[in-house]
């Protein structure tokens, strides 16, 4: 079933560590979203390998320990706008060239993982 997963393709759990570190390097340095996250990354950053794990075919290490993702709900506690949901994919893009994903499957990750970033949504910008 895992046979030509991305997740395998791209070298694993090794792989998605690296994703994931890089990831949150840059979350922790960006002003949009600093104030949203806590001081100290380790727990988010193990939680997002597993659901980046199952997300990309590899097994389902979220779901395993978390229960269902329902990933909007889980979010909605966090004013995510569009100029946040911007910042984290632009985190999320200069982490997979980080990380040295190979074409075709950094763009085929950063378009689903835009799709669920756009999913995730759930207030406005301020006007003006
Ligand atoms: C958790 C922000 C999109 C996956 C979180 C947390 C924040 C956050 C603030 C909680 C940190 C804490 O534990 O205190 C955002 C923002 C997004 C976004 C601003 C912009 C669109 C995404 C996307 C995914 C994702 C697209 C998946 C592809 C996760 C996971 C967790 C998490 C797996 C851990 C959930 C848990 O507690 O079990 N996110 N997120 N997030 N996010 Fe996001």
């Known amino acids: 079933v895992e046979g030509n997963s991305i997740y395998e393709v791209i070298g694993g759990h090794e792989k998605i560590e690296e994703l994931v570190e890089a990831f949150y390097a840059r979350v922790s340095k ?4 600093i104030p949203l996250f806590p001081d100290e990354f380790s727990e988010v950053a193990r939680k997002q390998t597993q659901f ?4 990309f075919g590899g ?3 979220y779901i395993q320990e978390h229960g269902h993702p329902m990933m909007r709900k889980r979010h909605l506690r966090f004013p995510i706008t569009p100029t946040r949901r911007d910042a984290w994919l632009a985190c999320m893009k200069g982490a ?8 075709p499957y950094r763009s085929a990750m950063f378009e689903r993982l835009t ?3 756009n999913h995730m949504m759930n207030t406005p910008d301020e006007k003006g």
Request: avoid cysteine; charged fraction near 25%; hydrophobic fraction near 40%.
């Open 52 to 55: 980046l794990t199952q997300f």
């Open 115 to 117: 799709l669920t970033a």
């Open 96 to 103: 997979l060239e980080e990380a040295n994903i190979e074409e």
């Open 30 to 33: 960006h002003p949009d979203l």
């Open 59 to 61: 097994p389902p290490l």
